[in-house]
């Protein structure tokens, strides 16, 4: 079973910030969090991963709590082409992405 | 960088034939490679892990018979679906591992291609 829950689905006004939670309450010490998102009918896109520390990159920022219980990711100027279901995934114990529903973003103009 | 490519992008096929899938990372090696599946309108279901040189480890409730993955060289792995019927129709996923985090343990990030989508008729 996936290690996380996400909403199922959000909306977010087109030039916005879009922010996606994620729980992960019962990750261990030195797993990372991993985001992906998926375009319908297109293979998974690696966004960003993090361990403890607040990440940045070209596509988003990924602040995580200082108890690692949750997560938050970030789009911060979100655009039609972010359209997506995106997946927090916490790998398991072999190192393997577990997959959940993820959540269904919506961007609107 | 970190890119994957699979091959075909799509293909039809009769009940009964078997169809092979390629998987290759393009500007990297990538020691382990793994399989999904996904239906319509469900999360990737992982099929199995293959490391470069070795056999396959497959997940529960999927037939190694069925599903024949070879991991010739650090840039490409194959799945052929042999034997195929319409149950089979699904779209399939290909991910390459590359470490990303200093070497950590556990931190390689898995590059997903963009999928093949099987319809056996």
């Known amino acids: 079973d996936a290690k996380t829950t996400q909403p199922t689905s959000m909306d977010c006004a087109e030039g916005r910030a879009a922010n996606l939670p994620c729980n992960h309450s019962?990750?261990?010490?030195?797993?990372?969090v991993y985001w992906y998102r998926q375009i319908h009918s297109q293979g998974p896109q690696y966004i960003i991963h993090?361990?403890?520390?607040?990440e940045t990159n070209e596509m988003a920022s990924l602040i995580i709590t200082e108890d690692r219980k949750s997560s938050t990711l970030i789009l911060p100027h979100a655009t039609l082409r972010d359209t997506a279901v995106y997946y927090c995934i916490v790998r398991d114990s072999n190192y393997q992405l577990i997959w959940g529903a993820g959540t269904k973003l919506i961007i609107k103009p | 960088g970190a890119v994957v490519s699979q091959h075909p992008s799509r293909v039809i096929c009769k009940s009964g034939t078997s169809v092979k899938i390629e998987c290759r990372s393009l500007?990297?090696?990538?020691?382990?490679m793994f399989w999904y599946r996904q239906f319509p309108k469900q999360s990737l279901m992982l099929m199995a892990t293959?490391?470069?040189?070795?056999?396959?480890?497959?997940e529960q409730g999927v037939e190694k018979d069925k599903f024949l993955i070879n991991h010739a060289s650090l840039t490409l792995s194959t799945l052929t679906v042999t034997s195929a019927h319409p149950e089979d129709s699904s779209f399939y996923i290909c991910?390459?591992?590359?470490?990303?985090?200093?070497?950590?343990?556990?931190?390689?990030?898995?590059?997903f291609g963009p999928g093949t989508r099987l319809l056996v008729l």
């Open positions: 993090g361990l403890k520390n607040n």
């Open positions: 293959s490391n470069e040189g070795s056999k396959a480890t497959y």
């Open positions: 019962t990750i261990s010490g030195n797993e990372y």
């Open positions: 991910s390459a591992s590359m470490e990303t985090s200093g070497g950590h343990l556990g931190t390689e990030t898995q590059y």
């Open positions: 500007d990297f090696q990538a020691t382990t």
